[in-house]
């Protein structure tokens, strides 16, 4: 018996021929929780950051989601979005997670963005370290431009001069995404595009 992940409703199963023939999406949430993720495909281009694409809005559902993904390290819900996160992510030759402090992962259990690529099979590499446990959404524009850098290259890592696309899971101010853009630019990334889940 399969159950919705979020709301835990039972999820009825009709026969379908993508059923019989095996290549049926796996359903983790049943058609209300489904329809309350606002799809929303927004696509920004810049300079050091070449484009972020979003995949969602960030709606009351969303905030909910990541509450209990993260916070209540649920860490089963990584599987809700890992359909959506594979199309666009299958084709991308280099995907390098937003990385956790180590300290962070230990609070936290998990490293949530890395769980969303792990559940949506999606091959990534560790290029970057993260240098601090500060939190950017607490800080005003003043401190995150006074900060040092977030990010830094891991030990041994060899960027080439290729496609990377970073991953995190939400697109707020852009300050992670441009740090870690700026990183691997520097380092002779020759373009670095971004995906987000959600765009704040
Ligand atoms: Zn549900």
Aim: aromatic share 8%; glycine share 4%; charged share 25%.
């Amino acid at each position: 018996m399969t159950r919705c992940l979020l709301c835990e409703q039972q999820l009825e199963r009709r026969p379908t021929w993508q059923g019989l023939l095996g290549i049926q999406k796996k359903q983790h949430l049943c058609e209300i929780c489904s329809n309350s993720f606002q799809r929303a495909d927004i696509i920004e281009e810049g300079n050091l950051l070449d484009s972020v694409h979003s995949l969602y809005e960030y709606n009351e559902a969303m905030r909910e989601f990541f509450h209990q993904y993260k916070f209540l390290q649920d860490v089963a819900l990584a599987d809700v979005f890992a359909g959506e996160l594979r199309s666009v992510l299958k084709e991308k030759i280099a995907v390098v997670p937003i990385p956790m402090h180590p300290d962070k992962r230990i609070e936290r259990t998990f490293a949530h963005v890395e769980e969303l690529l792990r559940s949506a099979v999606v091959p990534f590499l560790l290029l970057l370290e993260k240098t601090s446990t500060e939190v950017m959404g607490e800080k005003t524009r003043e401190e995150r431009l006074a900060m040092k850098p977030l990010f830094i290259l891991q030990k041994h890592a060899v960027i080439e001069p290729i496609t990377y696309t970073i991953v995190d899971d939400i697109y707020t101010t852009g300050t992670t995404l441009n740090q870690a853009a700026f990183v691997l630019k520097e380092a002779g990334a020759k373009r670095v595009e971004a995906v987000t889940l959600i765009r704040a």
